[in-house]
């Protein structure tokens, strides 16, 4: 379990994660470990150790990242299903990219026991797949309480047989579309995709107005350091796991990524080498006050979407404001590099730091390559993230 790094190359574990064991138990088959980033800290698909992910539909472009393997053996029909992390949008961005259904739930919903930590306070796993009913079958069957083994979830969850509650009718669902999430794309082929895509929620009976959340945008800022000195204190600090957190350590995981990370540092992503950098900057400079503010600010963000989706039933916008991006060319500088591997965070960082569950789903092309539209949803409704994602597949899938 290499996790996209020179830091575990040779690591094996001694126990499956949880939701591994879930599927196993419900007649799933593992084929095996997709590829994904340099320990998951990059948004596009170029900063594997191996080699980098391609997209399905232009060998030239990036799948996005960091569960980019997954996104693009889902999307080529290699695999049926796919689990992948998520804590700045590495689930939505390469299914944006890769034209499939990839699916955040909510911080909690699906137990992380057993999964390489980023930061506890931000991470997600959940299913990648091709349509809606996939997604909702592979999680009814990982969520649900792990017996207090991960201490993001409440021991009273209730688990609804998702893929027997999707209807193609959303007579009554209203959704919010979020002026502040087209900040970047206005009148480009992603804005006009997403805008002509609207018109499937209408057919399919829903109502559908346009939102403004200003603070969406001012969320990017908020999320950044906590993702990436929470990521510095937990990963790199830490090997992975969150001193003093009380839920289940994997101790092997924690020795084979500790004696990596100071014996192959050099090795890893310029993407990891800047987060690890930025990390210890801000402690040594500010004491992580950076972090403590975003925290402290996350509550607000937070409040801003659950005022919203107290009038609608899911709020949506782009899941990444550009069309799939050119890898980068052999040479590029690393100031390149870096902009490349955070160039598809603008819309879904957001919402691992407010922990809402959040889709993608391809709402059409663009110039041959696949949008993704993020249907956006109340903590813990799945259900209704989902009905919204399958009638709006119904509708696409008739044209």
């Known amino acids: 379990m290499m996790n996209g790094s020179r830091v575990l190359e040779g690591y094996m574990p ?81 299914a944006s990219w890769c034209g499939i259904v990839g699916l955040k739930p909510t911080w909690g919903l699906v137990p992380y026991t057993g999964i390489s930590v980023i930061h506890p306070c931000i991470d997600h796993t959940g299913p990648m797949t091709r349509t809606v009913e996939d997604c909702a079958l592979m999680l ?70 346009d939102v403004s959340i200003p603070m969406h945008i001012t969320g990017r800022n908020i999320a950044a350091p906590i993702i990436f000195e929470g990521c510095y204190e937990t990963m790199v600090q830490g090997g992975a796991v969150a001193f003093g957190f009380p839920g289940f350590y994997p101790t092997t995981m924690q020795q ?70 050119k890898l980068p060319a052999k040479g590029s500088s690393i100031k390149e590099k870096i902009e490349k591997s955070n160039e598809t965070l603008s819309n879904t960082a957001q919402f691992d730091v407010t922990h809402h569950p959040a889709l993608s789903i391809n709402a059409g092309f663009a110039d041959g390559l696949p949008v993704g539209l993020m249907i956006v949803g109340k903590h813990f409704d799945e259900t209704t993230v989902l009905k919204a994602a399958y009638g709006f597949e119904k509708k696409r899938d008739e044209k």
């Not at 994904?36 to 060998?59: H, R």
């Not at 959704?175 to 002509?196: L, P």
């Open 256 to 325: 084979a990524t500790a004696r990596g990370i100071r014996t192959h540092l050099s090795d890893v992503s310029d993407t990891l080498k800047m987060a690890a950098l930025l990390g210890e900057y801000t402690k040594q400079r500010y004491n992580h006050i950076h972090y403590a503010r975003a925290m402290n600010c996350a509550r607000l963000l937070r409040k801003a979407y659950d005022d919203a989706l107290a009038n609608y039933d899911v709020l949506v916008m782009p899941t990444i404001q550009k069309l799939p991006q």
């Open 140 to 209: 009814e069957v990982i969520a649900g309480y792990d017996d207090g083994l991960d201490p993001r979830q409440p021991p009273n969850i209730v688990v609804p047989e998702y893929s027997k509650l999707l209807n193609a009718e959303l007579t009554g669902m209203k959704v919010g579309v979020v002026k502040e999430g087209f900040d970047k794309c206005q009148n480009t082929a992603v804005d006009s995709t997403i805008r002509s895509a609207m018109n499937y929620f209408k057919s399919a009976g829903a109502s559908v107005e």
């Open 14 to 94: 001694e126990f499956d994660a949880t939701v591994v064991t879930r599927i196993l138990d419900a007649g799933g088959r593992i084929l095996g470990k997709t590829a994904v980033e340099d320990l998951c800290i990059s948004g596009s698909s170029f900063t594997s150790s191996k080699m980098p992910v391609l997209n399905p539909y232009d060998a030239t472009l990036s799948t996005a990242g960091s569960s980019a393997g997954s996104g693009a053996l889902v999307a080529g029909g290699q695999i049926d299903m796919a689990l992948g992390g998520d804590q700045g949008g590495s689930i939505r961005l390469p």
